[in-house]
């Protein structure tokens, strides 16, 4: 029974066998049916310049791809940082590529430099994001989706200063983790040979000291190997940008001019331009696509599905498919929900509890009030009736007088008028 029994991993490992094939099938052309498919669908490839303004990245731009890019001048006035986007179609043999140059207007031109990565960071950030938007449609168009996620930051460094900046190793720093970064001394012909040399080991131990983590051409691969780890020393380089064309002996070369005589921009003694273009585009530049997609986009997308509560292991480290993490995060909205409207009922009870002792007690002072004044208008009433029968009394009173006044009146009335009558009586006497 125990043959039967191969449904583990290991099991099938221990089956596979290697077996000789009778003649040619074919499919060893499958590195060419690669590249061939590649080719058909083109590459793209995206350059982010972070450098001050003027320090000279339109120029080297234009000298890297031998072409003209559209170039605007930057003014010195930006109140904070832009990104400038544009993509350029080039093509070179029969292969196509999408270019798009990102150029940072107006770095380190704010009084408060403080703030001047962040604008940077949230542009590589919104590329990462709308990739992740992509990958997670449900109809998903990944194959002829613009990538517009940066693939080499070349950050360039001002040549006449005795070390970095802050600005840049506080950028260089916030952006390592999100991008791949080779830093260039600009404008290296403005520097003398020996200072080019000590500013160049002095970069390398700031960035070093300030755990700065810069791109590394990889070694892994046997085929560059010798050649990047020899270019690793190197950095970072030192560069000149020029896209005039000066005659040196009989030939035509891409040179600088100064009365004392030509800085040549491809000749290795002169400046380190060869090595920055033969690193970047003709040994790794598909490693850089490489690292951004597995390495600083892979960070991004970890972080942002942790935050949007997803999960590779439940609670009791039992792998979670996708499914699983829905209904628990579904359960757990859910509970949260439920929470949330006892909450909001218990709320509503303690609200309508608190006006109805409000009500009963403005009842008790209504009624207190309402006691009150029955109680006042009563003594009132008491007092009135007391004045009333007083006066009554009086009243009475006075009649009685009146009457017995008028009674008075009445008997003198009467005794006046029978006096005459008696004198007469006498006087008839
Ligand atoms: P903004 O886009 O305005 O920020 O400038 P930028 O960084 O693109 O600089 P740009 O390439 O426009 O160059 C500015 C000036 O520096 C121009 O006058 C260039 O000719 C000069 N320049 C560029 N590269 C070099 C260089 O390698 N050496 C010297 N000495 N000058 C350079
Ligand atoms: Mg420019």
Redo the contacts with the bound molecule.
Sequence with gaps: MGHFLYSTDIRINEEKRNLELGGHVGFDSLPDQLVSKSVAQGFCFNILCV?E????????MNTLFNTTFE?E??SHYEHEVQLRPQTYDLQESNVNLKLTIV?T?GFGDQINKEESYKPILEYIDAQFESYLEEELKIKRSLFNYHDTRIHICLYFIAPNGHSLKSIDLVTMKKLDSKVNIIPVI?????VSKSELDKLKIKVMSELVSNGVQIYQFPTENEAVAEINSSMNTHLPFA????IEDVKVGNKMVKA?LYPWGSVQVENENHCDFVKLREMLLRVNMEDLREQTHARHYELYRRCKLEEMGFKDTGPDSQSFSLQETYEAKRKEFLVELQRKEEEMRQMFVNKVKETEAELKEKEKELHERFEQLKRMHQEEKKTLEEKRRELEEEMNAFNRRRVAAETLMGQALQGCSQQPFKKDKDKKK
């Design positions: 450098g303004t003027g320090i000279g990245k339109s120029t080297l170039n001048e930057a150029h207007v600009a404008k290296a012909d403005t560069v000149v940008g020029s600088r």
